[in-house]
Each structure stands twice: as C-alpha cells, then as structure tokens.
C-alpha cells in the first residue's frame, strides 16, 4: 500500500538564526516608478491654500531584487531540499522586493544556461544575461555544489564577473569546505572593503589579508563564497547592507585547469565504475573519511533507494554522521543512477554493483545493521505527521498492490502507531469465533498496543468489538481503553479519531442518569471555558440514547498516546512540588478558575483528580455538577466532594457552592501538593505550610484556606499575586503595590502599578473624585508608601498640580523629587520644566535599554541584578492631579504625557493622574485606552443603603481622610 513518508529539514535548528543573518538587507528606498499619497504635506497645503490639492510623493519599496539560481544536476538532488528551503528563507525575510528562481544548467555544452525553474523536465534555454540587472538593485545568488563541468572549465566564473560588475553576486557552496578544493568552487580568503550600500562586486577594494597589494594583487571581480551557515551569511550580509565597512571574506577563485576534473575530485554518481568494484571501493576508502565509508555499507544494505531515504538512514545512524559525509558516499564513484524515465528527479533511485555491495557489507556487523534499521523505525515515529518528502511503501493486507519479490528492500519497520500517523488504517483484527464445543464466545483479548503506564493507572483495553459500541451505543471514535477507577454509571474512555489523535469521552452508562442537564452541564461548562485550562471540547451528543462528550486528551508528552496525569498522581510520582513547580501550577490553576467565575461558572467539586498536569500546563476536568448562572447541579449528592476539600462553610453536599468555597479547595489541594500530604485535613490545621514555602507564596495560599468566606480573595486576585510574585522571583526587585485601604471585612486592599504582564493593574491609574480631600487624601496616602524609605526604594517622582492646593508641595523636597511643577495656573512656565525633565527621562531609558539590549523594564531589572548587569536605573513616578485642567491649557505638555502613556510600561514609568471632574471626550479618546486601572471616590451617600457592591471595591478608612470614603477600583475589561 502506497504512503508518502516524510522527510528531514536540510537546516535544521540553524534556520532562525540564518533568517536573523538576512536583517542586514532589510533596507527600503524612494521608487521613482511609483508614487503615494504625502499625507502630511497635503494637509498643510490645504490648510495653506484652501484648495483641494493632493502632494505625492515617491513611493518607498525594499532596495533589492533577488535572483536564485539552483544548480539542478543529478549530483545536486542531494541538496535540494536545502535549496528549497533556502529559497523559502530568502521569500520570508522580508528584505526582497522580488525574489526569482531560476534552474541553472552547469553541465551542458554550450553552457551555462537556465531553466524557468530548478530540476523541470526539457533542456536549459534562457541565457545567463536573461538575469543581469544594468541598474544594479538585483541581487544574484547561485546555489551549487561546483560539479558541473562549467565550474570546472571557468564559463561560470567568467558569467559571475559579468554579474558581479554591475550589481552584488554571491555563491552558496553547498559541500563543506574541506571539500570545495575537489570541487569546481575553490575559495580564497581577501580583504574586502566597501563604500556604499548595495555596491558592485566591481567597485569592491580587495586586498590580502597580509601582504601588501603590490605583493599579491586581487586580479579578476570579487564574488563571495558562502557556507549554509549563519555565521557566513551574517557577515556577507553585514558587509553588502552597510553605507561602508571591511571584512575578510572567501572568494571565489578560478579553477587550476580548464582541461577537465582535477585528479583529486570525486566521480560522477550517476555514471557507471568503469574499473573493478574492489579497485572502486579501494579508491573511495582512500580518499573517504571513516564515517562516510561506514554510511556507505548502511546505504548499501537498502538501495536502491532515492537522496531522501539516503537522508533518513543517514540522520538514524549512530555515532552520528552529517550530511557532509553523505555527500562524500554520493559523489565517491560508487553508486549509480537507476533508469526510470517516469521518476520525478527527487525520486530517482541510486544503486551500487553486487560486487560492490557485498564488499561493503562484509565491513560492517550484522547487528550494526539492525541497529540502524530501528532507529530509521524510531525517526519515522519523530517525524510523522510532518511534510512528506518521498514516496513508500507498506505492507497491508487489503492494500491493491504488492511490493515485487524482486523490489526496493525494506529501510524501516513501523508499528500500528506509526501508521496511524502516516494516515494508513490498521486493518482490524479477525472476529474471534464461537467455541465449536461450547458455543460460547471467547472473552475479549487486550489490544497490545497498550502501554504499561496505562495499565499501572486504570486503564483496561477495549476489543475492537464490544457490543457496548455498536447500534445504539455506537461513538464516532475507535474506544482502545476504559477507565476503571472512574465515577459510577459513567464511563470515561480512551478512544482514537480518524486521524490517529487521542481523545477522551465522557459517557452515561446508568439509566438513572439519563438526564440532559447532567451532560449538558459539562458541555456548557467546557464551552465557556473554551480549551483555556480545561479540556477543549470537540463534539458531543446529549440527546443521544448514552449521551456523550468527547475532548481532546491532554497529554504530558505528545509521544505519550495515554492522557496526562492528575495532580495527585503527579505528585507521587515525581515527589512534592518545590517552589517553581508549585509557582507554574498555581498560575495556571488560579487563571483557569478566575476564568470560570467571570463565565458564570462554579466548579463545585474540585478534588486532585481534577487537576492534570500536562506539560507546563493545567487542565481543569469534572465539570457535570458545575454551577452555571447562578444554578446550581441537583446531582451533587450523587458525586460527592472529597471531605478534605470542601469548603468548611459547605456543610454537605446540599450547600450551594459559591466562588469563595472554589477558592478554598484551591488553596487546600495546592498545600497539599506542596506537602505531599494528601490525608491532612485544612479544616483541622489551616495555618499550617511547608516550612521551605516562599513566605510570599506561602501567604497566598494561606488566605485561601481562610475559615471565613469573605477573607479570601477571589481568584482573579490570586491570579493577579501568583503573576506578581513570578514576576519578582525573574526581576529580584520589589515591585509598586501599594495599600489603598481594607475591604468591608477588614482585608487590605492593594493597587499593584506593575503591568499585567507581571500580575499588576498599572502599569498606570486614574483616580477620579470630586471630593477634593478625599481625592489629595488617596494621593498622599500613594505618595507616603513611595517616598517611606527613601531614594533606596529605587523610585524617581515628577509632581504636578494646577492650583497649587494638592498637598502634594510636603512631597517636594523629598531626595527621590526631581521635578515638581505646582500651581501651573499661576506660573504656566513651570509646565516647560516638567516636560522638558519628561522627555529627558524616556529619552535616557529608551537608550539604556537599547544599550543593554532590552526588549522591557524588567528585562532591564533582571540584568541589573546580574554581576556584570547594567547600572540602576529608578522607576519614574509622574503624579499630576488636576490632570484635565491642566492638559487642554499646556498642550506641549500633551504630548510628552501621552508619550509616556504609551510606552512608559516598558519603560519603567508610571502616570497617576487625578481629576475632579468627568474626563473630557478628548482625553479619553487619547488616554484612557493606555490606562488600564481607574479608582472612582464615591461618597457613601452615593452607595447607600450597600456601601461596597461592585467587583474589587472596598471602603478607604485613612487618618488623612475626614470621613470614610468608598471606593471602587474599575481594573479595564471588568
């Protein structure tokens, strides 16, 4: 049965970094060809002369063309992959205007000539000056191994020097460079300095790296030699994408004699060996590296085989052997071509001679031979799924052909996993019949393919013919395993779809339970949650006569085809969680439980079972009794909540749960796996922690097995603190989180100014208040808690008011001040200042982080800390009250606040700005949208009889107040 089985990646892991070699040509120019819309010049003269007229402008356009042409002999079918994907990589970069491909013809007579592109059928055509460029914005760049009789005779190299002259030319060498002297490419190592950007290889000064020019004289039209790599291209390109600037480059050199193939170079592949095999082999022994002779005997072993099977074998084979060697094998004189007049080129066959073929294998063991054979096996298993490279073949028995006696041999063996991956359908096993004593059925026979982990925790096989999945119970999934140890009345199976991907589905198995809205729930539920930490929901059928989910099964190890493990069996696994571990999955499961609650869900029975730990990820489960709107499950009582981890205020299973009791199972079944104590009870004990906890860590949790409901933050808080202690564990510097007050229950209440990325509501606030005390009252109490220690505290402050009666003059003379612009409305000069110290501060942070190569502030701070780490650099505090008086009267200052709007995030600044009255249209338009977190001051009259009714608030209770004054912090988005 045909398949097409998939390849190797000629690049590898150096693919990313060639494409970041490539930066250096990405420049853009006027075109003078084509003109656009000069927006801002037409505006002016509009505005100057009232008549309607447009300004145009040239259009700017990437600087270059790009020529490729891909030498596409039979001897370069070994590289062609590379080509391809060097092809793809110049395409992507970015730096091109037009990239062409050509095929390039090296070995024709009256060569070298080109085809429209690389390895089609029919001969080369078009002539080399079909690419030149006069103008000089074509960049060409020939792909060859340097076999062709053109290279070796010098028709290429006159041809580059002719391209050379008017515009840059380079060469890709595909073979290594201890082989380029056997080649046609030889290179040399010169000096090589330019002028402009872009510039002819002609314009070039090209000296010895050593000698003096008049000792050793450049004669001839530089064109550079690469290698596949990017450090090779990266200073290539540096040198033709800069104004001016020297490097020491390899060029190509003309070949030592015009009269044919040097002594030394290796013999065409696909002409037959002349001489005897023994002479043959001797020869290649001679001249081959080791490893090259040793791939050799493994190639031998399954040829015929085509240049991508040669890749496979090669890359399974251990030691290792690079391509550079199967390069070698190829172009040794021992193997020839197989006449196929039908096979595509990256399809042809290469063989070796019988003589030639029991030499070889007489020098390697048999069982090296195996060894290589399972691990082509095992590579298969790596790169299913993938782009296929070439066509094969495997044995099945409904398959419509068969593979001739005679045929290619075998170079793999794969299971029924691999074929699934390969899209082959395993053929099912025969029906076992009756017994022809007894009549009875035999019992079913466990599928083989189930892995012993699997067995260890639950699972059983299913046959491939359980009646429990035919007619009414059929599923549209092939069942492999059954989970065992799972609820009453409900299965929990391990099943296939048509693809070979595993998957999980949920099935009511007992009458009783033939409930919509106990399956509708979860159906619900996992909707809503959308696969963000919970299952992903693929398809299901609550209607049906077993209603029934399936999701897609989470996995620790993509090899792995069983699910991933709960958190209970993880952490016997593995032992307990230490900090990191604990950190990752508290995050993880704190996100996906706030993301519930603010989709009107209540989990309601979380347990350790419901927690899988896959990977770096959590995925929350057992949703059929969850809380949907405000509803909850009348089943609750049928799957009950493990005592440990119900909540102390849920007395039974009658109770409703609420977000709160959620909350508190979190908490318990995190200590627990911190502890690795899944028997304690936190009803008992609940201040109890590993002694080696993060304190702050460790406080989180606590607060989250608090006895009292209405002590315990919601789990978009817990989120929040889990982000904000990461974030300090990567940064080891304190962050800006600052107490605004306590809540109705007494729980303090905090305004985080790190950004959201690092588990804050800021980077930025806006307080708006129109009680004045109330207003100046909140932001002395911020200014207090920044200015407390000192300029130790790492906190740089800009104040700002419009009438001078802020409070905020008892800040200015404080040693972390720098600007302090108050009552503007009688000195507006004062303004000048604060923009001019605003603008000074971004402009230096935006040149230290570009210094220390800094994508953010707290990038920044992470290297700071380091030994050798850049120099301190504070956060800047810009407090402005009165922002919308001052702003629509000092438009200059304007600008540079909405600078710092933007970008002060990653800079390290944060605005906290305050106003009296409702923000003007423009202001909003302009600033709120970078302004995540916004405190409104609202009097209790305002809020009576409820003072504190809406997410996140809480009632400010300040010495500096003159009454208690609620508040209601409005993070964006909630």
């Known amino acids: 049965m045909p398949v097409r089985a998939p390849g190797v990646k000629a690049l590898g892991t150096a693919e990313l970094r060639l494409g970041r070699a490539l930066r250096p040509l990405k420049h853009r120019r006027p075109d003078a060809a084509r003109r656009e819309l000069d927006v801002a010049a037409t505006v002016a003269v509009m505005a100057e002369t009232g008549l309607p007229d447009a300004v145009l402008r040239p259009a700017v356009t990437r600087w270059l063309d790009l020529v490729v042409l891909v030498d596409d002999g039979v001897s370069m079918l070994l590289w062609q992959r590379l080509a391809a994907e060097v092809r793809l990589l110049m395409e992507r ?26 390895f089609a059928d029919g001969r080369a055509t078009l002539s080399m000056s079909t690419v030149g460029d006069p103008s000089g914005t074509t960049l060409l760049l020939v792909v060859s191994d340097g076999v062709g009789a053109a290279w070796r005779d010098g028709r290429m190299h006159a041809a580059l020097e002719r391209a050379a002259a008017t515009g840059p030319a380079a060469v890709l060498q595909v073979l290594p460079p201890r082989l380029w002297d056997g080649s046609g490419i030889r290179a040399e190592r010169w000096q090589v300095t330019t002028r402009r950007r872009g510039a002819a ?81 001797l020869r290649f022994r001679e001249a081959a590296s080791p490893e090259a002779y040793r791939l050799a005997a493994h190639l031998a072993a399954v040829a015929p085989l085509p240049v991508p099977v040669m890749r496979l074998v090669q890359s399974a084979m251990t030691p290792a052997v690079d391509t550079t060697h199967l390069a070698e094998v190829f172009l040794g004189g021992l193997m020839h071509r197989e006449e196929d007049p039908h096979a595509l080129p990256q399809h042809r066959e290469f063989d070796f001679r019988e003589d030639t073929r029991r030499i070889l294998l007489g020098t390697v063991p048999p069982a090296d031979l195996l060894r290589t054979t399972r691990s082509v096996t095992a590579r298969l298993t790596e790169l299913a799924g993938h782009s296929a490279d070439f066509p094969a073949w495997l044995p099945h028995p409904e398959g419509p052909e068969a593979v001739p006696a005679a045929g290619p041999r075998p170079f793999g063996w794969v299971d029924e996993r691999v074929m699934r991956r390969l899209g082959v359908s395993v053929p099912a096993a025969a029906q076992p019949g009756r017994d022809p004593h007894t009549g009875a059925q035999p ?104 209603p029934w989910a399936a999701v897609e099964c989470a996995r620790d190890d993509e090899e792995d085809p069983g699910p991933a493990p709960h958190l209970r069996r993880f952490v016997r696994r593995y032992g307990p969680l230490h900090e990191d571990g604990l950190l990752t999955v508290a995050r993880r499961f704190a996100d996906g439980l706030a993301r519930a609650h603010g989709k009107g869900l209540v989990h309601g ?33 049928l799957f009950r909540q493990e005592h440990t981890y119900r909540a102390p205020e849920l007395p039974d299973h009658a109770a409703p749960p609420t977000p709160a009791s959620d909350v508190w199972s979190m908490g318990a079944i995190l200590l627990a796996a911190a502890s690795g104590d899944w028997a304690g009870d936190r009803r008992d004990d609940a201040r109890e922690t590993p002694p080696a906890l993060d304190p702050r860590l460790s406080d989180v949790l606590l607060d989250c097995v608090d006895t009292v409901p209405g002590q315990r933050p919601t789990a978009e808080e817990v989120r929040r603190a889990l982000d904000g202690i990461a974030h300090h564990r990567r940064t080891h510097r304190p962050g800006l989180r600052l107490l605004l007050g306590r809540g109705p229950t007494g729980r303090p209440v905090r305004l985080d100014m790190a950004g959201p990325e690092a588990g804050g509501q800021g980077p930025h606030v806006l307080c708006q208040g129109a009680l004045d005390a109330g207003r100046r009252g909140l932001l002395g109490a911020l200014l207090r808690q920044l200015t407390a220690n000192g300029p130790a505290d790492g906190v740089r402050l800009l104040l700002a008011d419009f009438t001078g009666r802020s409070g905020l003059e008892r800040y200015a003379r404080r040693p972390v001040t720098g600007v302090a612009a108050l009552g503007l409305s009688t000195v507006p000069a004062r303004a000048l200042d604060l923009r001019e110290a605003l603008a000074a501060e971004l402009t230096v942070r935006e040149g230290a982080l570009r210094s220390a190569g800094c994508p953010d502030f707290g990038a920044y701070e992470a290297q700071h800390t380091a030994a050798s780490g850049p120099p301190a650099l504070p956060r800047l505090v810009v407090v402005m009250d009165e922002v919308t008086e001052i702003l629509p009267r000092q438009p200059e200052l304007s600008s540079v606040l909405l600078r710092a709007a933007r970008s002060g995030g990653r800079l390290g600044v944060h605005l906290v700005l305050a106003t009296r009255n409702q923000v003007h249209p423009w202001f909003a338009r302009s600033f709120l949208e970078y302004i995540p977190a916004r405190v409104t001051l609202r009097t209790r009259r305002v809020l009576a009889p409820h003072p504190v009714d809406v997410p996140d608030g809480g009632l400010l209770t300040h010495a500096s107040l003159p009454e208690d004054v609620p508040f209601t912090p409005e993070t964006g988005g909630e």
């Open 443 to 546: 019992a079913p026979q466990p599928q083989p393919g189930l892995p012993p982990r699997l067995w260890a925790e639950g699972w059983m096989p299913v046959h491939p013919g359980d009646p429990r999945f035919e007619g009414a119970g059929a599923l549209p999934y092939t069942v492999v395993a059954e989970y065992g140890r799972g609820r009453p009345g409900i299965g929990l199976y391990l099943a296939h779809d048509r693809g070979g991907r595993p998957v999980i589905v949920r099935r009511l198995e007992d009458a009783a339970l033939h409930d919509t809205d106990l399956m509708a729930r979860e159906v619900i539920a996992l909707s809503r949650m959308d696969g963000v930490h919970a299952p992903r929901l693929l398809a299901h059928d609550v209607t049906a006569a077993l």
């Open 605 to 637: 029975s979380l347990m350790p079972q419901c927690v899988l730990v896959a990977g770096r990820e959590v995925r929350i489960t057992g949703w059929l009794t969850a809380t949907v709107a405000g509803r909850p499950s009348r089943y609750r009582r």
């Open 93 to 118: 970069s970015g730096a091109f205007r037009d990239v062409r491909v050509y095929g390039l013809d090296s070995r024709c007579a009256d060569g070298p000539l080109l085809r429209h592109r690389p």
């Open 201 to 281: 290889g002609s314009s070039w000064i090209v000296a010895d790296p050593v000698l003096p020019p008049e000792l050793a004289p450049f004669d001839g039209i530089p064109v550079p030699v690469l290698e596949a790599t990017p450090e090779s291209v990266g200073a290539w390109a540096e040198l033709v994408g800069s104004p001016g600037g020297r490097a020491v480059l390899p060029l190509l050199a003309r070949p030592r004699s015009a009269a044919g193939p040097s002594s030394g170079s290796a013999a065409a592949p696909w002409r037959s060996v002349g001489s005897s095999s023994g002479d043959a082999v």
